[in-house]
Each structure stands twice: as C-alpha cells, then as structure tokens.
C-alpha cells in the first residue's frame, strides 16, 4: 500500500520542495492518510492530552465566562455558540452543563461546530447528545462563513496551533524560507534562496541574522472573520493556546503517543503544531478589540478554579481525589500547562471583555 511518504516524495520530484504549510496541511488533512481524518488523536490512548479530558472544570469555568459575557451585553435572545477544532466534543459538553442554569443561555443559544474531521464530528455528536437542550441545536460546518447574523460566543481551544506555518530564517540578503525536500528516498529539510519578504518587514527591528519567525498564513483570515462578526454583531471569542505575543525561534514540533518525534518520519501519524503568534492573531481580527494576553494558570483563577477545585473534591478519597489534585495542578503550575498555555480575547468595540480578561493589550 502507498503511503503518504511515498505520495509526498513523488510530488516534490515532480513539482519542486515543499513550503512547511503544504507539508503540514497534507499530513493532518489528507483524504486517505491525513492524521486528523483517520483516527481519534485525543486521550490516553491518542498522542496528547488536551485541557477538556484532563478535568471538566476546564470547559466548565470558561462555559460560564462566556455566559457572563452574554448576561453583560444585555442577554441577547438569540446569538451562537461556537467551537472551533472541537476534538472530541468534551469542552462543549461540559460548557453546556455548566450553562444549563443559566437563565434564557440555552434557549437563546444554537450551537456551530467548526470541524474538518468526519471521524471527529461523528465522536463530538456523540459526546454532545446527552446535554444538548432541544432538536436541531447543534450543526456542523467546515468554516466560520455561514453563522447567522447574530451575536457569536466562541471557543478556540489549541485549535490555531495545528493550522500550518510557513517558517523563515533572516539571513544577511533577506529571509529564507524551510523547505521539505527528498533525498535519496527520504523527506529532509531544506533552505530556499534568501529573498526579502514584504510580510516580514516588521520584524527586521526586533530580529537579526539567524533568527527564525513563522507566520501562519490560515490564521489571518479566521482571525479576521471572527473579528468583523464580533464588531458587527456583538459577542466575544476566547481564544486558548500555547504561544507568545510574537513569533520568535523554531517552535514546529511532531507528537506520536505522548513524546516528541521527528516531525519528517512517517508523516501522517504524528500531530504536527507550532506556537501560536497571538500579537498576529489579534491584529487581524481588528476592527475587533483584543484583551491583555493571559496565562491559563491566571485566567483559570480568576474564573474560580479554587472555589471549583475544592467543591469537586469534597467527598474524595484515594486514588480519586489525588487525581483531581493531580488535574487541577496540570492546568495551573508552571511548569506544567499553566504558563505555557496563554488565553486571548476578542471582542467587540463598544462591548467589554469577557471575566478574567484585561480589557486593554
């Protein structure tokens, strides 16, 4: 059987290296192949563990900042909820218990999910049936271009780090861009011809030769759409991922059963990601305000995570309450998920920002 190694060796002999986005896009995308349309990739038995299966207070707390923010621009009797890249479905189930007490959320709310995956929507349809308030509530899309004219309460949770990067090295002549190549029946990395890049102006103040930035091309236009709805229509977007404010240094990695691998060896089975450029992220959803970027560990205490934590813990022993420990700690300490992790939101101009966010950058 062909794999998608030999499929990608056989087009770089025909067409020339590939820039890391068409790399990336073939090997999380592919029809046949692709990591993310064959196979479930979350959990203990997948190759990473995300926020939502590590502990239900996740999509909990940020459920109910959302519902807060809703309740502070008035209640509007009719908005969406959307979740973007919403893996198993897990943060949005728990998202909708914790908002079923909210008065009027729930019967004013439908809910889009944004996802790529056959194999992940059919898993978040079944996960999401048990708390879904009516009929009809929940519908799939592959993009943010058909959400009704309405107020949009949104969740991105490590859904932009999988989008594909293009990644380039300053040079004294300009930037060079990484390229993927074959050689003797093997993908290998490569350099193209430094050149200057237009899109890249900004960071020569802040850069010098040997430096590496990485712009995520996909970003841009989501970022904007959701922007421009948020402006138009009200709402706010929670935005959670690991990253900086700005792009700096090789962040382009490969998981395979919870370890590092080599992001070229047997594409297609590993997850492939790179940090997230919140500063980018920001500046293109204007005319959209973006809050202070935030620590996970910080915004999770200021949602309550404490006061959450120790009420779950109540009636633990054992084995079970050191696993809840063990939870609370992984989404909080610093050397863990804690700061690693950062939180951005996006909200309209004459709204303010949803609980737990600075409402300036």
């Not at 959320?105 to 999910?113: G, N, P, V, W, Y």
């Not at 990485?214 to 977007?237: F, S």
Request: charged residues 20%.
């Amino acid at each position: 059987m062909e794999t998608l190694e030999d499929l990608l060796i056989r087009r770089i002999q025909q067409t020339g290296p590939l820039t890391l986005a068409d790399y990336m896009t073939d090997c999380l995308l592919h029809p046949e192949h692709g990591y993310y349309t064959r196979r479930d990739p979350f959990g203990q038995q997948g190759d990473f563990i995300t926020a939502p299966e590590i502990t239900q207070m996740f999509g909990e707390l940020l459920g109910l900042c959302l519902a807060q923010a809703w309740v502070d621009q008035g209640a509007p009797d009719r908005f969406t909820l959307v979740e973007l890249g919403p893996g198993r479905g897990t943060l949005m189930a728990d998202v909708l218990r914790a908002t079923r007490r909210v008065p009027g959320f729930h019967a004013a709310a439908s809910l889009r999910m944004v996802e790529a995956s056959p194999t992940l929507t059919a898993l978040q349809a079944k996960t999401l049936a048990p708390e879904e308030p009516r009929p009809d509530f929940t519908r799939w899309t592959t993009s943010l271009s058909d959400l009704p004219d309405a107020p949009i309460f949104l969740i991105a949770n490590e859904f932009f780090d999988a989008l594909p990067i293009r990644q380039f090295r300053r040079e004294d002549s300009g930037w060079s861009e990484t390229m993927v190549g074959a050689e003797q029946g093997r993908l290998v990395f490569g350099r193209s011809i430094p050149a200057p890049l237009n899109a890249l102006d900004h960071r020569l103040s802040d850069t010098t030769p040997g430096d590496i930035v990485e712009l995520r091309p996909a970003a841009t236009p989501i970022a904007h759409q959701i922007g421009t709805h948020l402006a138009r229509h009200g709402g706010a977007a929670i935005v959670i991922d690991y990253g900086a404010a700005r792009s700096f240094g090789d962040t382009f990695q490969a998981l395979r059963g919870h370890a590092p691998c080599h992001p070229l060896e047997d594409p297609g089975t590993a997850d492939l990601t790179a940090h997230v450029d919140f500063g980018a992220l920001a500046q293109a959803a204007a005319p959209a305000r973006a809050s202070g970027l935030t620590d996970q560990a910080v915004l999770l205490a200021r949602l309550g995570i404490g006061a959450r934590a120790h009420k779950l813990s109540l009636g633990l022993t054992g084995e079970a309450l050191q696993s809840h420990l063990a939870a609370t700690q992984r989404l909080t300490r610093p050397e863990e998920m804690g700061t690693l992790f950062k939180a951005l939101a996006l909200f309209g101009p004459q709204t303010p920002a949803p609980p737990g966010f600075d409402d300036h950058a």
